[in-house]
């Protein structure tokens, strides 16, 4: 079980350490660094493009 604990503590940390990371190359960056997808509407046939998808398998 300490092996376990002392893994677990480990995954922590790192993660920590890499959130800072990313945090302070965020800020120091003066424009957002955010890579958001466009906004596309669904098609007007898509109830058909859902049955050929669940046909197909």
């Known amino acids: 079980m300490p092996g376990l604990t002392i893994f677990f503590m480990v995954v922590v ?9 990313t945090a302070l190359a ?15 509407p ?4 898509v109830e ?3 049955a050929q998808a669940k046909g197909a398998h």
Request: net charge negative; proline share 13%; charged share 30%.
């Open 48 to 50: 058909e493009i859902v």
């Open 13 to 21: 940390v790192v993660l920590a350490l890499f959130s800072i990371k």
């Open 26 to 40: 965020a800020l120091k960056d003066p424009k957002p660094t955010a890579k958001e997808t466009p906004y596309e």
């Open 42 to 45: 669904m098609p007007e046939n």
